[in-house]
């Protein structure tokens, strides 16, 4: 704005011995040989002058020396407002000018000739998103292009990007979470993608990385509230309970896990239902605790197998024993007979 100020005061001084009284001049890119020439104009109903340009206007037109062509730097302004506009014709009656003055509130339009806030900047057409709003780009050595800080002595005031649809019937918004280190996700209105309530937290990054679905406070890399649906989910463990075949693992005797399990109602080296209900299940580390129960429950089975094999070679030898002991009664009876 400043320099706005100063080039409209070097304009002014540069042209002010060329003219006394204000004339009047209703096309502003009128060429020289039509008798152009450089000095402050009024008009109504004006032509060449910005896009919508009605009832009184002024012109402050510098021209070239040439008057031949149609070169010229130019301003204009309404008579009844504020708004101030600037152009170069470039030999172009019909060039178009730029907005340079804006609201007297201080707001700044880009777009739009009535910006309700400090900045409002509107798309080239009403539904036209392909090209978006705006364009950064960057060339810091950390390649930032768009920074957003609270200042306010105030600790809770958070920086923020808020998205509203349409009538603000819908929001939601990304950014800082109450003065802390943490980054959060918010929405607004009940069917959007991280459930409704706004400043409830559904989705969080914390301090040191910990990532919150629909719980605020991450104690974990990850802690989701509410299901999760997966085609596979790979979990990395060590110290695998092969160990269970090694020679010399002892696995007991199942008298001793019956009366271990009538005592704590639960399996050696187990977690108790109270301790999963106050601390939750680590899953991986419950499989490998259910592989190394199904190795001793199998190691169990092998050597109950081996007694079963036992018991049957002894009946079997039994029965043998018994068929030769009916064959020596039945030759001792024919003898006697």
Known sequence: MKNTIKLTALALFSISSLMV??????????????????????????????????????LLDIRHSNPANNYAMQFAGSFFNQELYFRKTNNNAG?????????????????TSSPSTRLEVMPP?????????????????????????????????DAKLLFSYRNKSKQWSIGGNNGTTSF????????GIYGSGFGNQRF??????????????????????????????????????????????????????????????????????????NQGLQLGEMVKMQQKKIEELTLHLIEKEK???????KVIQLESKLTQQEKTIQEILKKIK
């Open 204 to 277: 969080i990054v914390a301090a040191g990385g910990n990532v919150g679905i629909g719980i605020s406070t991450p104690q974990e890399k990850l802690s989701v509230n509410g299901n999760i649906r997966a085609r596979e989910i790979k979990v990395e463990a060590t110290n695998w309970p092969d160990y269970v075949f090694e020679e010399g693992y002892k696995i007991g005797t199942l008298q001793e896990l019956e009366s271990y399990i009538k005592t704590n109602k639960h399996l050696p080296d187990m977690p108790s239902a109270q301790e999963i209900d």
């Open 307 to 313: 007694q079963l094999l036992n018991q049957e070679n």
């Open 21 to 58: 009284n204000a004339q009047t001049r209703d096309n502003a890119g009128l060429q020289g040989d039509a008798g152009a020439v450089s000095g402050f104009f009024e008009t109504v109903n004006p032509v060449n002058y910005p896009a919508g340009a009605g009832g009184w206007w002024h």
């Open 95 to 111: 060039q178009p000018w730029s907005k340079v003055l804006l609201e007297t509130n201080g707001n700044v339009g880009i777009g």
């Open 125 to 157: 057409a009403i539904n036209e998103s392909s090209a978006g709003v705006f364009h950064l780009r960057g060339d810091q050595a950390w390649g930032n292009v768009l920074t957003l800080a609270t200042d306010a002595a105030n600790g809770n005031d």
């Open 184 to 191: 959060g996700i918010w929405e607004d209105g009940g069917d």
